[in-house]
């Protein structure tokens, strides 16, 4: 179900913070793009969310993403451990995604990508051996 889990960093220069996490993981991130406000960057298991900080705000509580295998199965299973859905699931450059708060209030985001980037991401570095956090 769950296929990836991000750890997410919230700052106010993606560029800036992705120098250190390039430091440290000794390559250059597997995904950029710019999505309304902010700037996101995936490089292993950290996701740089890179936006002023009213952009930022209303998101900064929340964890994640979580890549999973199917968002409508997990929007289900969700509702049935108690989460209520805070955004509804919409389209982005990446696939579907949406924000729930689970029982405990833990607020997380899911994503379901695209095939092509399920595969890239996830099933091509499987097949090598490789584990996500060294994407």
């Given at each position: 179900?769950i ?6 960093v919230?700052t106010?220069?993606?560029d800036e913070a992705l ?6 993981h000794?390559?250059?991130p597997h995904l950029?793009?710019?999505f309304g406000?902010?700037?996101?960057i ?5 996701f ?5 900080d009213a952009a ?6 929340s ?6 295998e ?5 929007e289900?299973?969700l509702?049935l ?11 982005s450059p ?5 924000y729930?708060?689970h029982a ?5 985001e899911?994503?379901e990508w695209?095939?092509e980037l399920?595969?890239?991401f996830?099933?091509a570095?499987?097949r090598?051996?490789?584990l996500?956090s060294?994407m």
């Open positions: 179900m296929l990836k889990t991000y750890a997410r919230f106010n220069d993606a120098e250190t996490f390039q430091a440290l000794g390559r250059e950029r793009l710019r406000e902010w700037d996101l995936g490089i292993g298991d950290t740089i969310v890179g936006g002023a930022l705000a209303p998101i900064r509580d964890h994640g993403p979580w890549i999973v199917d968002l409508d199965e997990a289900r299973r509702l451990a108690g989460a209520t859905i805070t955004q509804p699931a919409a389209t990446t696939g579907r995604f949406l729930a708060r405990d209030g833990l607020l997380v899911y994503v695209t095939p399920v595969e890239k996830i099933r570095p499987q090598e051996g490789l996500s060294q």
